[in-house]
Nanobody, 123 residues
Framework: QVQLVESGGGLVQAGDSLRLSCAVS????????MGWFRQAPGKEHDVVST????????YYADSVKGRFTISRDNAKNTVYLQMNSLKPEDTAVYYC????????????????WGQGTQVTISS
């Protein structure tokens, strides 16, 4: 059974940075494309960023482009999301998700996901 555990969330001020991590176990990490999604209260899971199995190709939502960076370390079975210049509108629960094949931007198309980590940005 593949398990994903996110960490690194917290409460910070606007303009600060956070680095989220997602540790994956129970499968061959390099078999999975990975995605970061976020869910604000009362809203759907929105894609933040995705990365291919090798890490060679990435995607960013327009709202985070230039501020967030996704990366992965296949030796450590971990995917990261470096978040800089945070804004109050980035406040949400952040989830990492895994799927075989190519990354996609719809949360429902991922096979596995973690419990989420809360990110709160104060103005």
């Amino acid at each position: 059974q593949v398990q994903l555990v996110e960490s690194g969330g917290g409460l910070v001020q606007a303009g600060d940075s956070l680095r989220l991590s997602c540790a994956v176990s129970g499968g061959t990490f390099s078999d999975y494309a990975m995605g970061w999604f976020r869910q604000a209260p009362g809203k759907e899971h929105d894609v933040v960023s995705t990365i291919t199995r090798s890490g060679g190709s990435t995607y960013y939502a327009d709202s985070v482009k230039g501020r967030f960076t996704i990366s992965r370390d296949n030796a450590k079975n971990t995917v990261y999301l470096q978040m800089n210049s945070l804004k109050p509108e980035d406040t949400a629960v952040y989830y990492c998700a895994a799927r075989r094949g190519v990354p996609v931007t719809q949360f429902r198309d991922y096979y596995y996901w973690g419990q989420g980590t809360q990110v709160t940005i104060s103005s």
